[in-house]
Antibody, heavy 115, light 113 residues
Framework: EVQLVESGGGLVQPGESLRLSCAAS????????MTWARQAPGKGLEWVAT????????YYMDSVEGRFTISRDNAKNSLYLQMNSLRVEDTAVYYC????????WGQGILVTVSP | DVVLTQSPLSLPVTLGQPASISCRSS???????????LNWFQQRPGQSPRRLFY???NRDSGVPDRFSGSGSGTDFTLKISRVEAEDVGVYYC??????????FGGGTKVEIK
């Protein structure tokens, strides 16, 4: 069974940093692209970033380019999202998801950016 | 970026009656490899999304056959033949043909009348 478990969320102030982690199990992690997506409170789904199987390619949505960094550790079956210079508008539930075209989602982790 | 427009925004349905959700794309979703990367997701209240269909009409494991996905080019439809109480939630279409970025429709909320 595919499982994706996010951790590392919380409440931070604007300008601060946070690192999200996603522990993957139930599939061969190193063979899949991985994605972070988010959902602001009461809003729809939004793609954030995607990373290739070996980490050699990374893609970001425009509003997080230069502030967020997606990475992975295939030896640890883990996906990460380093979020710097956080803004109030980054407040959302962040989901770890498998594949570029997204088949499985994690349960999500809340990130709140507030003064 | 590709814009996906879903309609209606809200869909009140009587139990046992059919429901239909439209997803229209700002450009054709046919990839150069011949595939159309259009997915449908269901998000029940308080839960994370669950994929229902990939590449327009391929049903994921465990998805009841009362759900169907269809369409081509720029117009796509998710249908529920007979709505059940467990179908309440928000439904999203998503395209992966022209990426980055992957884009989602705005969502359609299905509720019981």
């Amino acid at each position: 069974e595919v499982q994706l478990v996010e951790s590392g969320g919380g409440l931070v102030q604007p300008g601060e940093s946070l690192r999200l982690s996603c522990a993957a199990s139930g599939f061969t992690f190193s063979k899949f692209w991985m994605t972070w997506a988010r959902q602001a409170p009461g809003k729809g789904l939004e793609w954030v970033a995607t990373i290739k199987e070996d980490g050699s390619e990374k893609y970001y949505m425009d509003s997080v380019e230069g502030r967020f960094t997606i990475s992975r550790d295939n030896a640890k079956n883990s996906l990460y999202l380093q979020m710097n210079s956080l803004r109030v508008e980054d407040t959302a539930v962040y989901y770890c998801a498998r594949q570029r075209t997204v088949d499985y989602w994690g349960q999500g982790i809340l990130v709140t950016v507030s003064p | 970026d590709v814009v996906l427009t879903q309609s209606p925004l809200s869909l009140p349905v009587t139990l046992g009656q059919p429901a239909s959700i439209s997803c229209r794309s700002s450009q054709s979703l046919v990839h150069s490899d011949g595939n159309t990367y259009l997915n449908w997701f269901q998000q029940r209240p308080g839960q994370s999304p669950r994929r229902l269909f990939y590449k327009v009409s391929n049903r994921d494991s465990g998805v009841p056959d009362r759900f169907s996905g269809s369409g081509s080019g720029t117009d796509f439809t998710l249908k529920i033949s007979r709505v059940e109480a467990e179908d309440v939630g928000v439904y999203y279409c998503m395209q992966g043909t022209h990426w980055p970025p992957v884009t989602f429709g705005g969502g359609t909320k299905v509720e019981i009348k």
